[in-house]
């Protein structure tokens, strides 16, 4: 079993940027795949980004590629998620998610990840 927890969330203003955090533990950090997903209210979850377990392979939602940053620190066992140019379409929680499984399986739904964390409410308002 891994447990995920995300941290960071919050309220920030239109054009603003966030960092978002996730810890995961119960298996070694270094062979899980990680992935950021995000539901805005009254819509599906949605996949952001996702990375690899050597960093080295990164995956990015086409439209948010110019402005999020997806990055590991298998030494301090997270994984980050750097927002900026935020707008109130980017309002949404913001889900961390783990796999043992590899990149490779996973790149075809990433609402297929393993474990889950509980979540951390971004919110892009003046």
């Known amino acids: 079993q891994v447990q995920v927890a995300e941290s960071g969330g919050g309220l920030v203003q239109p054009g603003g940027s966030l960092r978002l955090s996730c810890a995961a533990s119960?298996?070694?950090?270094?062979?899980?795949?990680m992935a950021w997903l995000r539901q805005a209210p009254g819509r599906e979850r949605e996949f952001v980004a996702a990375i690899d377990w050597t960093g080295d392979t990164i995956y990015y939602a086409d439209s948010l590629r110019p402005r999020f940053t997806i990055s590991r620190d298998n030494a301090e066992k997270t994984v980050s998620l750097e927002m900026n140019s935020l707008n109130p379409e980017d309002t949404a929680v913001y889900y961390c998610?783990?796999?043992?499984?590899?990149?490779?399986?996973?790149?075809?739904?990433?609402?297929?990840?393993?474990?889950w964390g509980k979540g951390t409410l971004v919110t892009v308002s003046s």
């Open positions: 998610a783990a796999s043992t499984r590899s990149h490779y399986e996973m790149r075809s739904n990433w609402n297929g990840m393993d474990y």
């Open positions: 119960g298996r070694p950090f270094d062979s899980l795949t």
